[in-house]
């Protein structure tokens, strides 16, 4: 079964600043993909970044990075220069090529201005 | 339309009622799953349609659940004598034609709350 998981429910970064939220997840299967979704106070589930694994580039979205080790089974998001807007719970999720999709717990990121 | 849409945004019911959710999809989108969100958790996924085809109810909880899409673009999520356990945020999400990796644009959600 694919389980993916969050380690950290909760950080804080102060505006302007670089956080790196962490994601691991459990698969043996070689083709899959890797989404960020961010869900603010309001609960839409918006696309923040994805990877396709047989990409060895990292995946850029403006401020949002990932750092993918797929030897590692690691998928981080970097954000860089914090808004306030950033402030969300974020959502790790794995897709099988089968479309079925596997989130984690989430983090809750402030922004702290 | 612009994005998923869903209704109604909110829920009450009492233990034992039936309730229908509905979702409609991003138009010309031929996949829609449905999630149930619990609070503080992240999404779990409930079933999957391509067009009007059912082609995974594995996360169904159980056979109180029922979903359909008949004309393969709005579903109705239907919960019969629900329960307390219920209670939960249900995501509907859409997508483009085929498998691989396609994005999931998510609905805001209905949250319902069974008393």
């Known amino acids: 079964a694919q389980t993916v998981t969050q380690s950290q429910p909760e950080m804080s970064v102060q505006e302007a600043e670089t956080v790196t939220l962490s994601c691991t997840y459990d698969t043996s299967e070689n083709n899959y993909y890797l989404f960020w979704y961010k869900q603010p106070p309001s609960r839409q589930m918006i696309l923040v970044i994805r990877q396709e694994a047989y990409k060895q580039q990292n995946a850029t979205e403006n401020r949002f990075s990932v750092n993918f080790q797929k030897a590692a089974k690691s998928f981080s998001l970097k954000i860089s220069d914090s808004q306030l807007g950033d402030t969300a719970m974020y959502f790790c999720?794995?897709?099988?090529?089968?479309?079925?999709?596997?989130f984690g717990t989430g983090t809750s990121l402030t922004v702290i201005p | 339309g612009a994005g998923v849409s869903q209704s109604p945004r909110y829920k009450v019911a009492k233990r034992g009622q039936d309730v229908a959710l509905r979702c409609d999809p991003i138009s010309g989108h031929v996949s829609l799953f449905w999630y149930q969100q619990a609070l503080g958790q992240g999404p779990e996924f409930l079933t999957y349609f391509q067009n009007e085809a059912q082609l995974d109810k594995s996360g169904l909880p159980s056979d109180r659940f029922f979903a359909e899409r008949p004309e393969g673009s709005v579903s109705t999520l239907k919960i019969q004598r629900t329960q307390q356990e219920d209670s939960a945020v249900y995501l509907c999400?859409?997508?483009?034609?085929?498998?691989?990796?396609?994005?999931?644009?998510f609905g805001p959600g209905t949250r319902l709350l069974v008393l």
């Open positions: 999400a859409s997508s483009l034609a085929g498998t691989g990796g396609k994005t999931q644009y």
């Open positions: 999720a794995f897709m099988r090529v089968s479309d079925q999709f596997y």
